[in-house]
């Protein structure tokens, strides 16, 4: 059986730069923070994966802040609010969970609602962070960022954009979108899991969550995780090389859609009709339960995802799909289908192979093979 792993959006397969950075990291015994020539060594290789990862999102080294991972990015970017947060309805559960947001809602194409976002904001007092990711991670539908952040401004707020989902998949200008913070996460760009960070416009700093020694010029105490830093940098230094490459899997997945329907015409996309990530696919069926399909098609060893990436190994009807107004049943029918930096036309094949038998062990119209 020929495996395919089409989940990048729950984490990409680490890049071999990735891994070697990492090893070869892993083998210092140096703390970034001693003055010897062993901690000097483990600083210049922080400093070094600071510079790609500013590099991969079009902002300064000096503003980036390593963390471990994109969750405590965003819970650290809230901690900014004074007076309430207001996030898209369609943010990740670590923005969602980290606060206890107002909503914007999306329109049905997954795309926050300008309008009402700014109505929110009118008037004394409201919220004085808005957050708005950059792009989706269940649907690849890119948000209109910059244009939140000028409503943001206007109305005495800040802007932090959750760009995990973007950074690797399109370009990403921290800078041009006029946001005030940003969100990273190395494991979704090929880098270990477990590494991410924070990007603080220009003249905004925010409260650290953790306190003790001086390490990230005191944003955020704790010994840098050397090995997990050098694998993201490595990574980010690999995917901004790579930015060209999504035009072909964006290829790969149109190609995947059109099979995917020719299978089956009723198949009913989300997320489609917006500007969206290349590498993601969002769809289902009426009356396939996408929990049904996902252990289907990892019986034949494709792996793809269902509703919001599942941390507790429980899959619950996405709540992105839902303020989208796709109604609940449509919701649980939904699998995301997410390609990256290692995908092929052989995972596309091996794919539709599978979607063709679970389509007809489920009993679904069937047409000529493509
Ligand atoms: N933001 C988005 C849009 C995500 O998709 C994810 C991960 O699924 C996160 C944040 C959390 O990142 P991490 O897994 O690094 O904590």
Redo the contacts with the bound molecule.
């Keep these: 059986m020929t495996a395919s792993y089409l989940d990048y959006?729950?984490t990409a397969p680490l890049r071999p730069e990735a891994r070697n950075a990492l090893i070869a990291a892993l083998e210092h015994p140096g703390n970034a923070s001693s003055i010897h020539s062993f901690g000097r060594a483990a600083r210049q290789e922080v400093e070094a994966a600071r510079e790609a990862v500013a590099a991969l999102a079009g902002a300064r080294p000096e503003r980036v802040i390593f963390t471990a991972?994109?969750?405590?990015a965003?819970n650290l970017a809230l901690r900014a609010a004074r007076r309430g947060v207001l996030a898209s309805a369609g943010e990740?559960d670590?923005?969602l969970r980290a606060c206890e947001p107002a909503l914007a809602p999306l329109t049905p194409k997954g795309i926050v609602d300008l309008a009402r976002l700014e109505s929110l904001l009118d008037g004394e007092g409201g919220p004085d962070v808005v957050a708005v990711?950059l792009a989706?991670?269940e649907t690849g539908a890119i948000q209109p960022v910059a244009e939140a952040a000028r409503i943001a401004h206007a109305h005495d707020a800040i802007l932090h954009c959750?760009a995990?989902?973007a950074a690797g998949k399109i370009p990403v200008d921290f800078t041009a979108l006029g946001a005030d913070s940003m969100?990273l996460?190395?494991?979704?760009l090929g880098g270990p899991?477990g590494a991410?960070a924070l990007i603080l416009a220009e003249g905004h700093e925010v409260e650290p969550l953790l306190r003790g020694g001086g390490q990230e010029r005191n944003r955020r105490a704790g010994t840098e995780n050397l090995a997990a830093i050098a694998g993201f940098g490595a990574a980010a230094r690999a995917a901004l090389r790579d930015l060209d490459r999504m035009l072909e899997i964006g290829a790969l997945r149109d190609g995947l859609e059109r099979q995917v329907l020719d299978l089956a015409p009723e198949a009913r996309f989300h997320g489609s009709a917006a500007p969206r990530l290349p590498n993601t696919s969002c769809f289902g069926v009426a009356g396939l339960a996408a929990e049904t399909l996902v252990m289907a098609l990892d019986l034949s060893g494709v792996a793809v995802g269902a509703g919001s990436?599942c941390s507790s190994g429980k899959l619950a009807p996405s709540h992105v799909l839902r303020a989208m107004g796709t109604g609940e049943a449509r919701a649980a029918e939904a699998i995301r289908v997410s390609l990256g930096w290692a995908s092929t036309g052989e995972d596309i094949a091996c794919f539709i192979a599978a979607w063709r038998a679970c389509l007809s062990r489920c009993g679904k119209p069937k047409r000529a093979a493509v």
């Design positions: 959006n729950a991972g994109g969750t405590e965003n990740h670590s923005v990711m989706n991670n959750d995990v989902q969100s996460s190395a494991h979704k899991q991410g990436a």
